[in-house]
């Protein structure tokens, strides 16, 4: 997707930005991890008492952090399947290297932060998944969130695709 054919020369050109799958992944992942982050503030210690700006900055925070995890573990499915355009059709492989590598760096991640720097903890509320201590809604939230990513993105290049055959 990285190149388009031009109908009336019929050479490669440059896709426009919203053409390139990075950026709608990183849109709608930023979109869906960001409300997500707020779902799951009673699962975290001091969350729910904390200030509204410093609890949107936090969220904020991780949310990028979200994103930077799916470019991540989108690249790498790019990579093993030597296509950016994977996202099109996804098949099993790029799917479930993108769920496992996300998965991966939430599980790393949350053991840093969780055990490490200390900068967050979990409340009594939180489910812990053996065998890190693992908060499980950080993990269900790599379950849940990448498959929509995914189909978000989809249809949002194919639909970018359309209007440029269209001539629009």
Same mark, same amino acid.
């Given at each position: 997707m990285s190149e388009t054919r031009s109908q009336a020369s019929g050479t490669a050109r440059p896709a426009r930005l919203w053409e390139v799958p990075e950026l709608p992944v990183a849109f709608f992942s930023f979109l869906l991890h960001f409300v997500w982050e707020f779902v799951q503030v009673p699962v975290f210690a001091g969350m729910a008492e904390m200030g509204h700006w410093e609890a949107i900055k936090l969220c904020l925070s991780a949310s990028i952090g979200d994103v930077g995890f799916a470019l991540t573990a989108f690249w790498a499915s790019s990579l093993a399947v030597r296509s950016r355009d994977w996202v099109l059709r996804p098949t099993r492989l790029p799917l479930g290297l993108f769920l496992a590598v996300g998965i991966l760096l939430t599980i790393g991640f949350e053991y840093y932060y969780t055990n490490v720097s200390l900068r967050w903890t979990y409340s009594?509320?939180?489910?812990?998944?053996?065998?890190? #201590?693992? #908060?499980?809604t950080p993990i269900l939230q790599w379950l849940a969130i990448p498959p929509l990513v995914v189909w978000l993105t989809r249809r949002h290049l194919l639909g970018a695709h359309t209007i440029r055959e269209a001539g629009a």
């Open positions: 009594e509320l939180m489910p812990l998944v053996p065998p890190f #201590g693992t #908060g499980l």
